[in-house]
Structures are given as C-alpha cells and as structure tokens.
C-alpha cells in the first residue's frame, strides 16, 4: 500500500510538472560547454522581458549520439540542445528540428540577427543545401582542426604541411584523435592537394565525397602513419604535449589553446597551426528539438546566449571560441603581444588588421583552406569500418611494445596475488 501511495504522489508530481511547462525550460548541452551562473541570470532576464517566471533544467551530454538518441528514439521533451554541426545536419534531413520564429524578440533584445558572423551564417547555410540551417540553428562556438607540435623539435615549415604525420623522424611521438570524421576530412585534402590547386575539386565538394575510392587512398595512408603513432586519443594528447611526451599532435584549435598555455607555465613551447593542404571547421549550434514543450522561452535562452556580455563570459570559463560576430567580443580578445591578422570575414572590415591570437581565429589565408564536414547518412558505416581497419590492423612496433609492457604488467601481477599474498598470509598465521 505503502508503495502504490508513493506511485501515485510520483505520477501527480509528473503531471503537475508537465501542466506547468511554460514556466519551464529545459536544456540540454555539452559539459563544462557554459558559465552556469548565466542560467539564473537569464531566469531574471526572462522575468524582465515577459513578466513570466521561468525555470531552467539544465542537463549535460557527453557524445552527441547519445543526446541524438534520446530525442530520437525517447522522445525527450528537451526545448534547447546544442548539437555538432553534422548532428544539426542529420536532425534537419530527419525532420527532428522546430524553424526558430524571432518574432516574439524586439528589436533592441534581438541579439541573434544583430550578432551573427558573416562567415558563420555562410558556413550554416551549407550544413545542408536543401534547408537553410540558419533557419533552425544559431551557432554557439566553433573551431578548427590542425596540428599542435613542440617547437623544439618540428620546424613551423616541417608543421605547415600533413605529410609530416609520415616523417619517420617523428615515430612514436606523434598523437592522432581518435575521431575517424576529423581525420578522414584534412587527410582527404592533402591527398588531393593537386586538384584543389588546380581547381579540379573544391573543399566543400571534397566534404561530401564519400566514395569507395576515396575510402581506400586514405585507409591506406593512414597505415603508413600508424607505424609511427604513439597513441589515439580521445582527450589526453594535449597533456601528453604539454608533458613532451609527444612531438606531435592532430587536435583541435580549443583544445591546442589550452595546451599551449598550460606548456609556457613550464617552458615548453607549443605552438598550433592549420596545414597549408586545408583542414576541417566544426560548429556547435542551439536548436529546438520538434518534442520541445517550451518554445518560447527556448528563443528567449538562444536569444540571450548570444548576448555580448553573456558569450565573453562562455568563452572566458570554457576556454573555446563564441561564433558571435560582435565587435564588442572581438575587442574582449585582442592582445596586441600578436601580429596584426585579417578577420574581416567574420567580423567585418574594421577587423582586416587586428591583433588576436591566431588559433582561436586563424587569419583569412588560413580559412580559406578550411571546409565543414558533413554527416555520412547511410554510409557512416564504412567510414567506422575504415577507422576499425585502421585501428585494429598490423598493430606498429610503439603499440606492440606498450602491450607487450601491459601484458608482462599483467602478469607479474598475478604472480604476486598467487606467491607474494600467500607469503603474506603464512607470515601472519606464525606470528
């Protein structure tokens, strides 16, 4: 009895709850990916503009599938989620998005369309060439992928191309993300380098192509660089960086900022750069799930987060890069201990000389070279079965040794739970 009572309080809590949702936002986002104290903030914003009480959820994820796959196959009632770039891709082409509708902001709240980059409105709108994903997302952050190397030991030249993932020089110091779409992209461009000088093949139709042909060229190539791979990573190259345990690094430009800093505090000297061949950006971006429940104050949390102040204080504590296109952001980065760089294209022409550090935005004859990924569909399969072929094959002699330690590790474990914890226990017992 005791129990059906405590059955029923829980389905009438649930009821109010869901009866109450317009006094409710829940959201959905990266860990470590905000300045928490925003959210109460934004709970008076709120209050301000509408003169309604609301209060805010909020939950984190850890891999964009598995946010997908609540929304997907459970139907989760999330009402702001900040998806990557091909996840936005895949929610549009499966009809899981709500068109955002700005109408319920005024014009002097309005930070979304008063903020938006040039080039990142541009970079959206080819997420997918039938929908304007501008429509139905407004970026958060974004970045690039590249090289992060130790100077002391890999020249700026030697770095500014990928072929150096192939210098024997360099065997067993060299760190690969374990992220098969991030790798598949930069290594697909320097393998047709030739025709993209040429202008037989453009970046964006080289992000699309998928094909058997070009499964293999860079299955292949990619075994020539596991000889000389010391580890793939998912998170733990850049300390191993900053630890010179590595010379090497395939990493994110979020991540790369964060390494160099920690290194200088020891004297290590890590620099980051985007290879001349081309490479990836990646985009994070708030959406509306179709399940939400909270339209309007989801617009209201998206609109807020693009608010100046508040997307200075996001970058501040999570250390990546505001898609934000206000100058006002701008200005809260320069450091004029940098040469001046051109950032016209994403901030406008007052900003084609401006002293930024170039990781968190490369300067224009490095982006030209970089392309957005896109998702695989159906075919996601043979990119994950490449990435396993890689992986899992012909293990290179660093591999083989750290097993062969790990084995022997293993081992003499053993041998000590079955003699040296028997000596143990005899030694007791004659006490």
């Given at each position: 009895?005791?129990?059906?009572?405590?059955?029923?309080?829980?389905?009438?809590?649930?009821?109010?709850?869901?009866?109450?949702?317009?006094?409710?936002?829940?959201?959905?986002?990266?860990?470590?990916?905000?300045?928490?104290?925003v959210?109460?903030?934004?709970?008076?914003?709120?209050?301000?503009?509408?003169g309604?009480?609301?209060?805010?959820?909020?939950?984190?994820?850890?891999?964009?599938?598995?946010?997908?796959?609540?929304?997907?196959?459970?139907?989760?009632?999330?009402?702001?989620?900040?998806?990557?770039?091909?996840?936005?891709?895949?929610?549009?082409?499966?009809?899981?998005?709500?068109?955002?509708?700005?109408?319920?902001?005024?014009?002097?709240?309005?930070?979304?369309?008063?903020?938006?980059?040039?080039?990142?409105?541009?970079?959206?709108?080819?997420?997918?060439?039938?929908?304007?994903?501008?429509?139905?997302?407004?970026?958060?952050?974004?970045?690039?992928?590249?090289?992060?190397?130790?100077?002391?030991?890999?020249?700026?030249?030697?770095?500014?191309?990928?072929?150096?993932?192939?210098?024997?020089?360099?065997?067993?110091?060299?760190?690969?993300?374990?992220a098969?779409r991030?790798?598949?992209s930069?290594?697909?461009?320097?393998?047709?380098?030739?025709?993209?000088?040429?202008?037989?093949?453009?970046m964006?139709?080289?992000?699309?192509?998928?094909?058997?042909?070009?499964?293999?060229?860079?299955?292949?190539?990619?075994?020539?660089?596991?000889?000389?791979?010391?580890?793939?990573?998912?998170?733990?190259?850049?300390?191993?960086?900053?630890?010179?345990?590595?010379?090497?690094?395939?990493?994110?430009?979020?991540?790369?900022?964060?390494?160099?800093?920690?290194?200088?505090?020891?004297?290590?000297?890590?620099?980051?750069?985007?290879?001349?061949?081309?490479s990836?950006?990646?985009?994070?971006?708030?959406?509306?799930?179709?399940?939400?429940?909270?339209?309007?104050?989801?617009?209201?949390?998206?609109?807020?987060?693009?608010?100046?102040?508040?997307?200075i204080?996001?970058?501040?504590?999570?250390?990546?890069?505001?898609?934000?296109?206000?100058?006002?952001?701008?200005?809260?980065?320069?450091?004029?201990?940098?040469e001046?760089i051109?950032?016209?294209?994403?901030?406008?022409?007052?900003a084609?000389?401006?002293?930024?550090?170039?990781?968190?935005?490369?300067?224009?004859?490095?982006?030209?070279?970089?392309?957005l990924?896109?998702?695989?569909?159906?075919?996601?399969?043979?990119?994950?079965?490449?990435?396993?072929?890689?992986?899992?094959?012909?293990?290179?002699?660093?591999?083989?040794?750290?097993?062969?330690?790990?084995?022997?590790?293993?081992?003499?474990?053993?041998?000590?739970?079955?003699?040296?914890?028997?000596?143990?226990?005899?030694?007791?017992?004659?006490?």
């Amino acid at each position: 009895m005791k129990r059906f009572a405590l059955l029923v309080l829980a389905a009438l809590i649930a009821i109010s709850c869901n009866s109450d949702r317009e006094h409710v936002l829940k959201v959905y986002n990266w860990s470590c990916y905000i300045d928490e104290t925003v959210i109460p903030e934004f709970e008076e914003w709120y209050r301000q503009q509408t003169g309604e009480d609301i209060k805010v959820i909020y939950q984190t994820f850890d891999i964009n599938e598995t946010m997908l796959s609540k929304i997907e196959k459970g139907h989760e009632d999330f009402d702001v989620v900040c998806p990557s770039d091909y996840i936005i891709e895949r929610m549009l082409n499966n009809d899981m998005l709500l068109p955002l509708d700005f109408s319920v902001l005024s014009d002097e709240i309005n930070y979304i369309d008063n903020n938006r980059s040039p080039y990142i409105t541009e970079v959206f709108s080819k997420i997918n060439p039938n929908i304007d994903a501008n429509k139905y997302s407004v970026a958060y952050m974004w970045g690039t992928t590249g090289l992060l190397y130790n100077a002391k030991y890999v020249t700026d030249d030697e770095a500014f191309s990928w072929n150096i993932l192939t210098n024997p020089k360099f065997a067993g110091k060299i760190f690969i993300k374990d992220a098969p779409r991030d790798v598949y992209s930069p290594i697909l461009m320097y393998l047709n380098r030739e025709r993209l000088a040429s202008g037989e093949v453009t970046m964006d139709e080289l992000m699309l192509d998928s094909s058997d042909e070009s499964i293999a060229a860079v299955e292949e190539y990619m075994k020539q660089v596991k000889e000389l791979v010391a580890g793939w990573e998912a998170d733990f190259g850049k300390e191993q960086m900053t630890k010179e345990r590595g010379y090497i690094s395939m990493n994110w430009s979020g991540d790369a900022v964060w390494a160099i800093e920690e290194a200088a505090e020891i004297g290590v000297d890590l620099r980051y750069q985007i290879p001349s061949e081309g490479s990836n950006i990646w985009l994070d971006g708030w959406v509306i799930p179709k399940y939400a429940q909270n339209r309007k104050a989801a617009t209201y949390f998206i609109d807020f987060m693009c608010r100046p102040d508040i997307a200075i204080r996001n970058m501040d504590v999570t250390g990546y890069v505001s898609a934000n296109g206000n100058m006002e952001v701008l200005e809260s980065q320069i450091d004029e201990s940098y040469e001046p760089i051109d950032l016209s294209y994403f901030f406008g022409e007052e900003a084609s000389a401006v002293c930024v550090n170039p990781v968190l935005y490369p300067d224009r004859s490095s982006i030209v070279n970089c392309a957005l990924m896109h998702d695989w569909g159906e075919e996601s399969g043979k990119l994950l079965a490449m990435w396993s072929r890689i992986k899992g094959n012909n293990a290179n002699s660093t591999t083989v040794i750290v097993v062969s330690i790990a084995l022997a590790a293993l081992l003499a474990f053993a041998l000590y739970r079955k003699f040296g914890s028997k000596k143990r226990r005899a030694g007791k017992r004659t006490k």
